[in-house]
């Protein structure tokens, strides 16, 4: 199925940890994304990358660390894991250009105990 | 600042009736808008889209009002049913080159029978 693939689903990690999340689009989409959505349901953008290079970049903690390997896949590492990291985080993909919507992934659920 | 409408209210509604849920935007130079579905569990999925130069556009059950002057716009679902309960964001390219969507912070519908 063509689609934004994301893993693990679930996370629940000891805070101090470091951890990754792994996102894969099989669309040809050129640009990637990820979002952390809170307990309210609000959606924050925090990095995209066009074809492997890094184009947005919101206030995030250093702590998070964006990877891109290639077009296709949007890795996203966190060092040093607080309890205000646990959300859900969410992969994106979209073509290039200002007019078009996003394809989201199911979401990774990051619980930090 | 960037910001997509309020808090996170809720819509009732009957099986059947229409439903109309509204955004405010903030940004005048926003030229993209997007309606997103949340379902529980899973990530947003597109469902319609208009551009600035509309102010009308239909879909499936679904009609996009873009009202710029005041900075609006509204999700209209025709008879509405159980399967549209969910969260709906609105979401708006701000444009300045990059593919950007800034979320409202949704609105939950729930659908009773």
């Known amino acids: 199925d063509t689609a934004v693939s994301q893993t693990p689903k679930y996370l629940v990690t000891q805070m101090g940890n470091d951890k990754s999340i792994k996102c894969e689009q099989n669309?040809?989409?050129?640009?990637m994304y990820w979002y952390k959505q809170d307990s309210k349901k609000f959606l924050k953008i925090m990095f995209s990358y066009n074809n492997k290079e890094l184009i947005i970049n919101e206030t995030v903690p250093n702590r998070f660390s964006p990877k891109s390997p290639d077009k296709a896949h949007l890795n996203l590492h966190i060092n040093s894991l607080e309890l205000g990291d646990s959300a859900v985080y969410f992969c994106?993909?979209?073509?290039?250009?200002?007019?078009?919507?996003?394809?989201f992934g199911s979401g990774t659920r990051l619980t930090v105990v | 600042g960037e910001s997509v409408g309020l808090h996170l209210p809720t819509l009732s509604v009957q099986e059947g009736d229409n439903s109309i849920i509204n955004c405010a935007y903030s940004?005048?130079?926003?030229?993209?808008f997007i309606w997103y579905k949340q379902e529980s569990g899973k990530g947003p999925q597109f469902i319609i889209d208009i551009r600035s130069n509309m102010d009308k556009r239909q879909g499936q059950r679904v009609t996009v009002l873009l009202n710029k002057t005041v900075k609006h716009l509204s999700l209209q679902i025709a008879a509405t049913q159980p399967g549209d309960s969910a969260v709906y964001f609105c979401a708006e390219n701000i444009g300045g080159g990059y593919n950007k969507l800034i979320f409202g912070a949704g609105t939950r519908l729930a659908v009773h029978p």
């Open positions: 994106a993909s979209s073509q290039g250009g200002t007019t078009y919507g996003y394809t």
């Open positions: 940004n005048s130079a926003s030229d993209y």
């Open positions: 669309l040809g989409h050129d640009t």
